[in-house]
């Protein structure tokens, strides 16, 4: 994967690619790239979400902002309804802790990662693969034709995994 041609979510945006591309997010802190991908279409969406509730108007202007309101809006962008959300499969990377000794209502990555995790149980969205938690801030990208996905957390050897399995993606015989 080159950067070249990765799509990145900044904060509180979403991006979409369907049956080729690599989307990813760089720089994730407390924040999680929470990606939604759709085995019978081929298709990922990914938001940068930044906190866990959608605060007043600005959840109109950035709907990937907020845990909230970034999966309803995942949904939509991949042509799903929660009836049917269950044949999506989720990843989650990020939600990490930087800074310690903060009090309970300033975990802002835990609480992400907490609301997220609700918000798929009531879809019933499997997760597919999780990197969330830690201590440090990570980037990564994930290649929607492969299922291949990247994660680089600083400080660490990059983690590659091949998700085709877990993602439901279906390899032609070569």
Same mark, same amino acid.
């Given at each position: ?13 979403? +991006? ?13 802190? &407390?924040? +999680? ?5 759709? #085995? ?8 940068? /979400? ?17 845990? %909230?309101?970034?999966? #309803? ?10 009836? $049917?959300? &269950?044949?999506?499969?989720? /990843? ?8 310690? $000794?903060? &009090? ?7 609480? $992400?990662?907490? %609301? ?34 990247? /994660?680089?957390? +600083? ?20």
């Amino acid at each position: 994967m080159t950067r070249a041609e990765v799509q990145l979510a900044g904060m509180g945006e979403i +991006v979409q690619a369907r049956g080729a591309g690599v989307i990813g997010c760089i720089g994730l802190g &407390s924040c +999680v790239g929470t990606l939604l991908f759709d #085995p019978r279409t081929h298709a990922a969406a990914l938001a940068h /979400v930044m906190l866990p509730e959608a605060h007043e108007q600005d959840a109109m202007r950035l709907p990937g902002k907020y845990a %909230t309101t970034a999966l #309803p809006m995942l949904l939509r962008l991949l042509d799903a309804s929660p009836v $049917n959300a &269950s044949r999506l499969r989720a /990843v989650l990377i990020g939600g990490g802790e930087l800074f310690q $000794n903060r &009090s309970q209502a300033l975990r802002i990555g835990e609480r $992400n990662v907490e %609301t997220l995790h609700r918000l798929l149980r009531e879809l019933r969205i499997g997760v597919a693969f999780e990197h969330t938690r830690g201590t440090t801030g990570c980037s990564f990208e994930f290649d929607v034709a492969t299922g291949w996905i990247r /994660v680089r957390a +600083v400080g660490a050897a990059a983690i590659e995994r091949d998700l085709a399995a877990a993602l439901g993606i279906q390899r032609r015989a070569a």
